[in-house]
């Protein structure tokens, strides 16, 4: 990504102290487990230990260091059965979900040779888990469970991977900036959003920039090599109408040089964008490439959104960071022949999610409903398992996700330079799009390959949003 942010993630473990002088065997047990325990965190996040607690002055000292550290989730390991004062201290001040890793070393007891050391510290699951969930919901706190398995157990793996890819999107939001360009398309005003509620509720804040400004951007950008090497990767990338050469997109990979850099210094994750003046002199050179020079950021992570939507822009951040593609999208037709969706968009996309062809690029006299005209881009998603993510508002100003899961399907798709793609979801088109728009999304969203909503239930908890899920 060319901005980079890793998630940090509170790690601690919880035992009763009762047990250790009772039974002195289980010590050196609980500091393996815990060091395997550890070893399930991917190396994507920084770990911030909290250590085995085993009293409250320890779960105080686990806390200080989470708060101190601002982490975005806490995952606590349950050893064996501890009363939950082992765990309050250390999450009480902390507004983030504490997932709790409710497993077991052994996969069963060898019933007839269990004695009571073994089985506190090698069988002992579930026990304690209700307790801490109560207390959890006492103080008010989001929570999950996991329960299965140590070391062993994929499902317990992949739980862990997502809510460190959740505990990711947190990261994103509150480290990176978002970049206003101009302001939204005129009239749509599921578009429209108050920016201190944004930043107040999704931790996202708003840098404004002005179109006059983005024109110069690339002024100073003279180094050849490095605008050679990036005409290059413009060709790799796109399937260019007319037999591009370097000579072509030589422009056009001059700006994207200059967004790279800008998007760097800003420390820039999602770019909401839109230009409604005259296209004409170096406003209309930019206009006319913006689209592909988007898109070359996008592949590298940083959201951009045409039309000037903020929320999409988040949503379009979310998928790439958690599923590592993310399209923006809209309705674009029904066909109710074929009990289909026709969805997609006009305007710079996701490379990444462009595996059923190489994206192609053309130029075309007319944006429409837009000014001026230049270079459009189509990506092809693939054929398999799609998730769509819309972020939207209520009307005091609460955000909310919706979200479905869909197949996408072979056959004839739009070919006038737009991507889009044939949906199919479970329960009919038709009904697809009566459920979808009772649930008040904006008319965009994002789409992901694969199916995600798990993981998007996670990103919500850690946001503490309600999530409207539509189909899956």
């Known amino acids: 990504m060319l901005v980079n942010t890793r998630a940090k993630v509170g790690v601690f473990s919880i035992a009763l102290g009762a047990y250790l002088p009772q039974f002195p065997t289980l010590v050196p047990e609980f500091k393996n487990q815990y060091e395997a325990f550890k070893k399930m965190i991917p190396n994507t996040v920084d770990i911030v230990d909290g250590g085995i607690v085993t ?20 995952v606590l390991q349950l050893l064996t059965y501890a009363t939950s004062y082992n765990m309050l201290p250390a999450i009480r001040d902390i507004d983030v979900p504490v997932v709790l890793v409710n497993i077991q070393k052994l996969e069963a007891p060898d019933y007839t040779n269990t004695d009571t050391p073994k089985w506190l510290g090698e069988l002992y699951a579930c026990g304690a888990v209700g307790e801490m969930v109560a207390d959890l919901e006492r103080a008010g706190k989001r929570h999950a469970v996991i329960t299965g398995v140590a070391n062993q157990d994929p499902i317990v793996q992949k739980e862990i991977e997502d809510w460190c890819k959740a505990a990711q999107v947190r990261r994103r939001f509150r480290n990176t900036n978002l970049a206003q360009i101009g302001r939204p398309y005129p009239g ?11 930043y107040h509720r999704m931790w996202v804040y708003t840098k404004q920039f002005d179109w006059e400004k983005m024109w110069a951007i690339a002024d100073n950008v003279t180094d050849k090599c490095l605008i050679q090497k990036k005409a290059e990767e413009i060709l790799d990338t796109f399937e260019i109408e007319g037999n591009a050469t370097v000579k072509t997109v030589w422009d056009m990979a001059k700006y994207v040089v200059a967004f790279e850099e800008w998007v760097k210094k800003e420390e820039i994750g999602f770019v909401a964008s839109h230009y409604d003046g005259f296209a004409k002199g170096i406003a209309g050179k930019l206009d ?14 940083t959201a951009c959104a ?9 949503a379009m951040s979310i998928l790439k960071t958690i599923s590592g593609t993310g399209q923006l999208s809209e309705m674009y037709s029904i066909d109710f022949n074929e009990d289909i969706c026709i969805i997609g968009h006009s ?12 994206p192609t690029m053309k130029i075309v006299d007319v944006f429409h409903g837009k000014t001026g005209g230049g270079y459009l881009t189509q990506f092809y998603p693939p054929t398999g398992d799609i998730t769509y993510l819309a972020i939207t508002q209520d009307k005091d100003g609460n955000f909310k996700f919706v979200v479905a899961e869909g197949a996408n ?11 889009n793609m044939r949906t199919r979801f479970s329960c009919g088109a038709r009904e697809f799009v009566n459920r979808w728009s009772e649930a008040g999304p904006t008319h965009h969203m994002a789409a992901a390959v694969g199916r995600h909503i798990d993981t998007i239930l996670k990103v919500a908890k850690i946001f503490n949003v309600p999530v409207d899920v539509v189909v899956r």
């Open 55 to 74: 009293t409250k002055e320890a779960s105080q000292k686990a806390g200080d260091l989470f708060r101190a550290a601002d982490v975005d989730v806490i």
């Open 188 to 198: 749509m005003m599921d578009l429209y959003i108050d920016e201190t509620n944004l």
């Open 347 to 358: 305007g710079s996309g996701d490379a990444d999610i462009s595996q059923a062809h190489k």
């Open 306 to 314: 045409v039309e000037g939507d903020i929320k999409v822009a988040m």
């Open 409 to 419: 399907e072979d056959g004839d798709i739009f070919m006038f330079g737009d991507t």
């Open 288 to 301: 006319s490439m913006l689209i592909p020079a988007f898109s070359m950021l996008i592949k590298q992570g």
